[in-house]
């Protein structure tokens, strides 16, 4: 085997992890605000997949399609399980968010509206500073690093080019959307 075909199979199996380490950095709350340079973001993401490529690649070499075509499509695939692991994150986020929101209109805030430096769009005060000590939070009991570990189990659930689509995902990703509103107005039920 000359170099060239082996580094041409390693390199496919690195973009494709590259791509899924990605997607968590679209939406993710602490690794996908806009405060974090898009610099580091990326340079985090190839760190961790150069970090992560010999334990997955240990884990035997997937299909990698040879045409150029289903590569794009198997990558979409690994953007949307990264983009998955994010936004499974993020839902907590949003409803703390949401809870914020609920509760500035019943104190008579919501007139106030505060630019989030992590998303650049106004959100009311408490709002603001709840998703703020959210991210603190997050920091602090190192949720960080659960959703860096959540990523890594990731690889052992579904195999790299490995995802199927069907209905089942559709299904359990409107159910997390709808569970932002329920559990937003769980925590703002105090207030009301």
């Known amino acids: 085997m000359d170099l060239y ?3 041409q199979g390693h390199i496919a199996v690195f973009l494709l992890m590259l791509v899924r380490v990605s997607g968590i950095f679209l939406i993710s709350p602490f690794f996908g605000s806009m405060n974090i340079s898009i610099y580091f973001r990326v340079g985090t993401a190839l760190a961790i997949t150069i970090l992560l490529f010999p334990v997955v690649d240990g884990m035997g070499t997937p299909y990698v399609p040879e045409n150029v075509i289903m590569f794009g499509v198997t990558a979409l695939g690994e953007l949307f399980i990264g983009w998955l692991i994010g936004f499974v994150a993020y839902i907590s986020f949003a409803a ?7 509760m ?3 104190v008579g805030f919501a007139i106030v509206n505060v630019v989030d ?10 709002g603001s500073f709840l998703y703020n000590l959210a991210v603190i939070i ?4 190192n949720g960080h690093h659960m959703i860096i570990a959540a990523l890594v189990e990731s690889f052992r659930a579904v195999p790299l080019a490995g995802m199927e689509p069907n ?3 559709a299904l359990l990703l409107a159910n997390f959307t709808g569970g932002i509103f329920v559990t937003g107005m769980k925590i703002a039920m105090p207030i009301t």
Request: hydrophobic residues 50%.
């Open 5 to 7: 075909e082996l580094l």
């Open 104 to 106: 500035d209109m019943q």
């Open 138 to 141: 997050l920091l602090v009991t």
């Open 167 to 169: 209905l089942s995902i």
């Open 96 to 102: 703390i968010t949401m809870a914020g929101k609920v």
């Open 117 to 126: 430096p992590t998303s650049g769009q106004q959100i009311p005060l408490i």
